[in-house]
């Protein structure tokens, strides 16, 4: 069974960092690994990804400011987030493919101003 857990989520002022975890387990072969988020009345959108190869992928909205990277050995996936602004608050859900998706639970991020 394929399990992913996140963390790193919390609250933080804006201008601050955070860094996200999420950890794979129960699954091999990951071809790639993303961070999706969902502000309140919004659609799920892609914040980063980055497949087994290393190639990353960022929106325009968090270019040059979040760090998307991976451990293949620890089947795990980071985000990390500088200059965090308030609209950058939403819940943040780590996505792995192989064959098929699975999602994380989610975790939230609430930049204050």
């Known amino acids: 069974q394929v399990h992913l857990v996140e963390s790193g989520g919390g609250l933080v002022q804006a201008g601050g960092s955070l860094r996200l975890s999420c950890a794979a387990s129960?699954?091999?072969?990951?071809?790639?690994m993303s961070w999706f988020r969902q502000a309140p009345g919004k659609q799920r959108e892609l914040v980063a990804s980055i497949s087994s190869g290393g190639r990353t992928n960022y929106a325009d909205s968090v270019k040059g400011r979040f760090i998307i990277s991976r451990d293949g050995a620890k089947n795990t996936v980071y985000l990390q987030m500088n200059s965090l602004k308030p609209e950058d608050t939403a819940v943040y859900y780590c996505m792995v493919l192989n064959l098929l998706t699975y999602w994380g639970q989610g975790t939230q991020v609430t930049v204050s101003s």
């Open positions: 129960g699954i091999s072969n990951i071809n790639l």
